[in-house]
């Protein structure tokens, strides 16, 4: 079992930044890739980025690609991920996910989840 728990959300402007992190306990952490994914008020949860288990990998939904840059520190069991230049449309709950296997941009193939944490983007 692996509990996660997000952080770091909240109200900003529109061009601002923030940083998300996700911190994982239970099992060993640094053998699960991680993910991020994000789901906005009447839509369907989406994938944001994902990252290998040594943190040399990693993948990015076409939307925010040169904005978004996940990574992760596995002594400190925790994933980050960045975001830059933030937008409107980047407003949505941001949930972390693992995988006990190699990373994935599907939501279905992922064992674990945190409760989310909110990110409104002011216009």
């Known amino acids: 079992q692996v509990q996660l728990v997000e952080s770091g959300g909240g109200l900003v402007q529109a061009g601002g930044s923030l940083r998300l992190s996700c911190a994982a306990s239970?099992?060993?952490?640094?053998?699960?890739?991680m993910g991020w994914f994000r789901q906005a008020p009447g839509k369907e949860r989406e994938f944001v980025a994902t990252?290998?288990?040594?943190?040399?990998?990693?993948d990015y939904a076409d939307s925010v690609k040169g904005r978004f840059i996940i990574s992760r520190d596995n002594a400190k069991n925790t994933v980050y991920l960045q975001i830059y230049n933030l937008k409107p449309e980047d407003t949505a709950v941001y949930y972390c996910?693992?995988?006990?296997?190699?990373?994935?941009?599907?939501?279905?193939?992922?064992?674990?989840w945190g409760q989310g944490t909110q990110v409104t983007v002011s216009s």
């Open positions: 239970g099992r060993t952490f640094r053998n699960y890739a």
């Open positions: 990252i290998s288990t040594s943190g040399g990998i990693r």
């Open positions: 996910a693992a995988r006990s296997t190699s990373r994935s941009m599907r939501a279905t193939e992922y064992d674990y």
